[in-house]
Each structure stands twice: as C-alpha cells, then as structure tokens.
C-alpha cells in the first residue's frame, strides 16, 4: 500500500517539472525571436531620378570587312613547283609569293628572240639595198619599178621587225607571270592549290587571298530619319565630327575610336535606309573580316534626358521595369522604356519623371506593395557592400515573413536587372 501511494505522488511531480520546464524554453524562443525581429520597417538606399544633358546614341548592327582584299592568281598555266610563305601570316608587296615552272616559257622567249635576230639581218639588208637603188634611181640608171620594189621590200622587213620585237616582250611578260609576288602587304590566308598541282589552264587559278587588316571597315545601314536627324545635329553643333564606337560579340567596346569614310550617294528604295562605311584601325589584328559587330554613332544630344541608375533597372523577359517608391515608403512595379545606357545610367523616355525615388539595392529581397523606410543617396554612390554576419540576410528574412504574400507572379519577381544591375545590387 505505500509504495502504491508514492507511485501517483511522483508521476504528478515529474508532470509539474516538465510544464515548468516547457513553459521556460517558449519564453526563450519567443523573446529570441522578438528580438530579432525588425522595428518597423526596413530601410533602404533609393535615388532620384534626375535629369542631365545626354547623348543620343544610333546602334546598328555592321558587318567587318578588310580595308584591300587581293586575289592572288595564276595569270599563266604551267605546274605549281614552289611556294614561298606560311598560311595566315604578314606578307609584304614585293614577296615571292609562288613559282610555276618557267622552263617553258624561257624556251618561248629564246625563240622569239631568235625570230627577231633573224628579221633584224633582212631588215637590214633590205635598208641597204633600198639605199643603194634610191641613188641609182635618182641617177636614171634603174626603173621606178625596181626601185619601188626595194622601197616595199625594206617597209616589210621593217614592220617584221616591229612584231618580232613584241613577240619578245610578251614571251618576257608571260616568263614574268611564272614567279607572283605579294601586290600588297597584308596577310595572306589558306592555300588554294597545293605545289605540283596544273594551275591556269583555261582560268586563272585561284591561288590565294591577301587581306590588309589595319585599318578595316565596317558597313552598315541607317533609316532615313536617322540619317536626317544626324545631320541636322551636326549641323547645329557646327559641322563636328560624330563619335563612333563598336561594340563587339563579346558585349564590350572597342578600345579605338571610327570615323566616316563613306556614304552612298542614294538611299535604297527597297528598304529605306542609306548604306554608310566607317573605318576603324586595327592595330593588334583584334577584328577580322567577316565578323559582325554593332556600331553606335552619336545622332543628337538629349537635352534635359530623365536619368536612373542601371543598377536598379530589371528585366524579365525583355519588359524593363524599376522599383518606384512612393513617399509612404510603399514600393510598386513601375514599367519603363529606355534610350541610351552608360555604365551607371541609363535614360528613361516613359515611365517615370525627375524626382521620382528608385529602389537601387537589394531589388531581389523586396516585393511591390511592401513597405519600407527610403533613404536618399546621391545618384553616383556606390552600390553598398551586403552587412556582416548575415545580419542584412536575417532583417530580410523577417521583412518577407512579415508581409506573407500568397504567391509571386513573375512580373513581381524580377529574374535579371538590366545591364547586371540587380546582380550588383544583391550581391
């Protein structure tokens, strides 16, 4: 009987402990979490748009092409018997290039120049006789007859001999064409025949190409109404030269700067837009024919262009879009277009006005219609480094929690910031 008294009495003591013990830990964990929790709402950086005197860039995709392009062919035929230079390296104008067998031709010219040896004798021979009966003639010795015969005889020679000695020149001019050289200098590209191989019978073979590669061009084509509005801004700004730059596969700017070299003279009925070509030097061979390339050119300047960072400009599949903050701290999507962009700003042509707060940082931890506390930072500023400890992460966290929203659509989400801008900021 007493042990089955204590049995009871033990149980409900150990019961007591453990809500006491229970009671406890809740305190802890909630005070824990009060504590971390964040007074009031969050804040954040944001900038104001403003407006600045910017330029108004043309972009249009150009095709790279070289400055000279020689074909270098076999003018005579005969056997490919040498070549004299690498695949793909510099030439310079005079180089021997290759060599046909010249045998053929040597014999060519021997025997023209024998033919001309030969008419060159008579030729003279008939001078003298021609001479001699000139005299006899103008003495009555001979009959006209006779003395004309002569005179025929010495102009046949004569002329004989004038297309002896242009058989001799073109056996030379062919013998010539058996050893090509370089026309220009340049770099010379893949072979086209290899050595032992007939080349220039009945075409002139192609054997390879030579490109110069400093400078180059690059062609493209304009609308109209481009054309006209450059124009007349380089009227306005006294005739200057416009700036050009490339922008090459890669997504980077060229490091050296075009300039115009031509522009056709009529505009294309068929597609309305003007064909122009600017040339760009090309000093470490960098940009090679055939490559594609965008070209920007300065149309007009912008006056009075509402600017905001690129670094809180968003993209989600092609819509750009920034965080505009209202002046209760509430944050909505707002959709904008967008002119020319530099490294920090871009121009916003609708969307939003100077004055306007953009969120610059951290636009990946927030979500339209949460609210937060706007801090205004100049425009330039940096982008600010992520708080230590992951105590910014954890702020952020107890933000999200807060606003418990059902679901994010993905015009709400932004997925990329323009030009790496909310990569930036969340990082």
Same mark, same amino acid.
């Given at each position: ?42 804040p ?36 490919l ?6 695949e ?16 053929? +031709? ?17 030729y ?5 006789? +021609?001479?001699? +009966? ?13 003395f ?44 086209q ?106 149309v ?18 092609g ?8 002046p ?5 999507n ?31 931890r ?62």
């Open positions: 009987m007493p042990n089955s008294a204590v049995r009871p009495a033990f149980a409900l003591s150990l019961l007591l402990l453990g809500l006491i013990l229970a009671a406890g830990c809740s305190g802890d964990e909630k005070k824990k979490a009060a504590q971390q929790a964040p007074q009031g709402p969050l954040m950086k944001v900038v104001k748009a403003e407006t600045r005197d910017m330029p108004n860039w043309g972009e249009w995709v150009g095709q790279i092409s070289a400055h000279e392009t020689v074909e270098v062919r076999a003018r005579v035929a005969g056997f018997i040498k070549r004299n230079f690498e793909g390296r510099d030439v310079k104008k005079g180089d021997l290039l290759f060599v046909i067998d010249p045998k053929p +031709f040597q014999e060519d010219l021997k025997q023209a120049q024998s033919g001309l040896e030969y008419n060159q004798a008579l003279n021979k008939a001078e003298k006789d +021609f001479v001699r +009966f000139k005299k006899l003639y103008e003495e009555g010795v001979v009959s006209r007859d006779e004309e015969s002569y005179q025929t005889q010495a102009a046949t020679y004569k002329a004989q001999l004038r297309d002896n000695k242009a058989k001799v020149e073109n056996a030379r001019i062919q013998l010539g064409y058996t050893s090509i050289y370089s026309p220009i200098d340049g770099v010379i590209g893949r072979v025949v290899d050595v032992g191989n007939l080349v220039g019978q009945g075409e002139n073979t192609l054997l390879a190409t030579i490109s110069t590669m400093d400078p180059v061009y690059v062609s493209f084509n304009v609308s109209e109404a481009d054309y006209i509005r450059a124009m007349r801004d380089r009227q306005a700004q006294g005739g200057s030269e416009r700036l050009i730059r490339l922008i090459l596969a890669d997504g980077g700017e060229y490091n050296q700067e075009g300039r115009f070299d031509m522009i056709d003279p009529t505009i294309d009925p068929q597609t309305g837009t003007l064909g122009i070509r600017v040339i760009f030097p090309n000093p470490d061979g960098l940009l090679k024919p055939g490559q594609y390339a965008k070209v920007r050119v300065r007009s300047n912008n006056e009075n262009a509402v600017v905001v960072p690129v670094r809180g400009i968003m993209d989600v599949q819509m750009k879009s920034v965080y505009l903050v209202d209760d701290g509430t944050i909505r707002q959709p904008v277009k967008l002119g020319y962009q530099s490294a920090d700003v871009a121009v916003v042509t609708e969307g939003v006005k100077a004055g306007d707060m953009i969120l610059s940082e951290g636009i990946r927030v979500k339209p219609g949460m609210t937060i506390k706007p801090v205004v930072v100049p425009m330039n500023a940096e982008t600010p480094k992520a708080a230590p400890d992951g105590e910014q992460n954890a702020a952020a966290q107890a933000q999200d929690a807060a606003s418990q929203p059902a679901q994010n659509s993905p015009a709400d989400t932004p997925a990329t910031a323009g030009s790496g801008g909310a990569d930036k900021a969340a990082e």
